[in-house]
């Protein structure tokens, strides 16, 4: 019987935010684009400043021991801080442009990382982009897209509400569950954030 309700809740919002996600979808991609559109138009003294950052990163990487530690919190970091703003940003009647600018940006890393790997790195980038850039990308980018489509959602909600003077009905509510799926999203995260913790480092070892 639970199955059947979580089923139809997740149809019925899925419906009724088709466009949301859709929306969602095409900034990330917007951004990715112009991720990769920024490497290619990059002059060739910043291509090589960049990349020789990037070696010397790697060598420097490789020789020392990984405070997994340290870095499970820099990870945690650079990533969870996004979905926070975002929740905040739903709970605001304003924030649906800056939260569609973070999808762009998000995209824009991802675009930018991943074309400048291959480009600057030929097959071993391809390589370091396939197993340190997209695994945890694949977990972290639906959770974006989901956090930033029930930011919007809410916030469209409350921009209704106040229209018809019953934004107050009930809010206390209507705050916790969306603060409670908001949890849940930052749980799936973490699968994301153990991978590029404790497996993308020796991957960039092996590589490089």
């Known amino acids: 019987m639970k199955m059947v309700f979580f089923k139809n809740l997740i149809s019925n919002h899925l419906q009724n935010n088709l466009w949301l996600y859709i929306l969602s979808a095409i900034c990330l991609c917007t951004g990715i684009v112009l991720g990769v559109y920024t490497v290619r138009y990059m002059s060739g003294f910043e291509k090589s400043d960049l990349l020789n950052y990037l070696s010397s990163f790697i060598q420097t990487y490789n020789s020392k021991n990984i405070n997994y530690n340290q870095l499970f919190f820099e990870t945690v970091k650079n990533n969870i801080p996004v979905l926070l703003i975002v929740w905040f940003l739903g ?25 400048f790997f291959v480009n600057g790195m030929g097959f071993k980038g391809i390589w370091l982009a396939l197993l340190s850039v997209i695994p945890q990308n694949i ?20 921009i209704k509400d106040n229209g018809k003077k019953r934004w107050t009905t009930g809010i206390s509510s209507r705050i916790m569950s969306y603060s409670i799926v908001f949890v849940i999203i930052s749980a799936c995260m973490f699968v994301g954030l153990s991978f590029e913790t404790y497996i993308t480092p020796n991957i960039i070892k092996a590589i490089a």
Do not use: N, Q
Not at 139 to 158: D, K, N, R, W
């Open 91 to 115: 709970l605001t009647m304003i924030g649906i442009p800056i939260i569609l600018v973070l999808d762009v940006i998000k995209g824009f890393t991802i675009g930018f990382t991943v074309t």
């Open 139 to 158: 977990v972290y980018i639906p959770c974006i897209i989901i956090g930033s489509v029930l930011a919007m959602e809410f916030s469209l909600m409350m």
